[in-house]
C-alpha cells in the first residue's frame, strides 16, 4: 500500500521564513563587526556629503580673491587661513572634494571595468591570446604606477583629463591579473564543467557562472585603490601634470603652499583632508576583505 507523501504549506510557516536573514543583511552585519571598516564607511560617507553640499557649506567662493585679506593665518573669518591671493583655504578644501573624490571613484571604475573584462576573457580562452596580454600587462607592471603615470600625462599634455586617462591605464593591469587568476581557478570547477556539458555557449558561462564567483577579490582592490588613484592625481597635480590652478584640487593647494613653508595652513589643510580619505578608503577596504574571505569570518 502506498502512501501519499504529505504536502507542506510554506505559508503555515511565516514566521520561519520571515527569521531567514536575506544575504545583504547578513553582510551588513559582519561588516559592523569590524571598527575599522565602521570608522572608514563614515569618513567615506562625511566626505561625500561635503562633496555634494559643498556649495551650501562654503562660506565663499573658492575663487573669490581679497588681496587685502592675503595670507591670513587661521582666524575666525577665515577657519583655515588664506592664500598668497586671499582666497579662503576652508572654502577651497571643500570644493576640493567635489574633485579628488569623484576622480578616485571614476578613474577606479573605468580601469576596473576595462581589466575584469580583458583579464576574464583572457583567463577564459587561455592559450597565445592569454599569453599576448599578460605579457602586455606585465610592460605595463614593470614601470612604478606615478613613473608612468607622470610620462603618459607628460607625452598627452597636462591637464585633469589626461591625468585621470593617465591612472586608468596605469591601474587596468593589475585588475586583469587578478580576475584571470580567479577565472583561471573557478573555470576547471564541476559545474562549469556541468554546464559546458549541456551545451551552454562560452558567453553565457562566462557572464554568468565564472565572472560572478570571481569579483570578490576585485572588489577589495576596488576599494583600495581609489585612495590610491588619488594620491596619484594629486602627485600629478603637485608636479604640475594634473589639475590647473585656480582649480581647487587639493595636489594642486598642496603644490601653492609649498612655495609659502611659513604659511603652513595653506598645504596642511588640504594635505588632512586627502589624508582623512584616502585612510578611509583603506579602512573600509580592510573590513571588505574581512567580510569576503569565508576563512576570516568564520573565525570571527
Known amino acids: ?32 563587526r569590524s571598527n575599522a571598516a565602521m570608522i572608514g564607511l563614515a569618513i567615506i560617507l562625511f566626505w561625500l556629503f561635503i562633496a555634494l553640499f559643498a556649495p551650501k557649506i562654503a562660506p565663499y567662493d573658492p575663487l573669490e580673491q581679497d588681496l587685502m585679506h592675503r595670507l591670513e593665518p587661521p582666524n575666525p573669518v577665515h577657519w583655515f587661513g588664506s592664500d598668497e591671493l586671499g582666497r579662503d583655504i576652508f572654502s577651497r578644501v571643500l570644493y576640493g572634494a567635489r574633485i579628488s573624490m569623484p576622480l578616485g571613484i571614476v578613474v577606479v571604475l573605468l580601469s576596473g571595468s576595462i581589466g575584469v573584462v580583458i583579464g576574464g576573457i583572457s583567463g577564459y580562452v587561455g592559450g597565445a591570446f592569454d599569453e599576448l596580454i599578460m605579457r602586455v600587462a606585465d610592460v605595463f607592471l614593470a614601470f612604478p604606477s606615478l613613473v608612468l603615470a607622470m610620462a603618459i600625462t607628460a607625452a598627452l599634455g597636462p591637464g585633469l583629463n589626461n591625468a585621470m586617462l593617465a591612472i586608468v591605464v596605469v591601474l587596468w593591469p593589475t585588475y586583469a591579473r587578478v580576475i584571470r587568476g580567479q577565472v583561471l581557478a573557478v573555470k576547471s570547477r564541476e559545474y562549469i564543467e556541468a554546464a559546458r556539458s549541456i551545451g551552454a555557449p562560452s558567453h553565457r558561462i562566462l557572464l554568468r557562472h565564472i565572472l560572478p564567483n570571481s569579483y570578490t577579490p576585485v572588489f ?49 589643510f588640504p594635505g588632512l583632508a586627502m589624508l582623512m580619505v584616502v585612510m578611509g578608503f583603506n579602512f573600509l577596504g580592510d573590513g571588505l576583505r574581512d567580510l569576503l574571505d569565508p576563512r576570516i569570518r568564520r573565525r570571527g
Open 1 to 32: 500500500m502506498s502512501q501519499t507523501p504529505l504536502a507542506i504549506d510554506k505559508d503555515a510557516f511565516p514566521a520561519a521564513e520571515a527569521r531567514r536573514p536575506s544575504r545583504l543583511r547578513l553582510g551588513l552585519r559582519h561588516l559592523r
Open 220 to 268: 577589495v582592490k576596488a576599494s583600495l585603490d581609489i585612495g590610491a588613484a588619488i594620491l596619484i592625481a594629486a602627485g600629478l597635480s603637485f608636479i604640475g601634470l594634473g589639475a590647473p590652478p585656480p582649480i581647487p584640487e587639493w595636489g594642486t593647494m598642496i603644490s601653492m603652499g609649498r612655495q609659502k613653508f611659513a604659511q603652513w595652513w595653506i598645504a596642511t
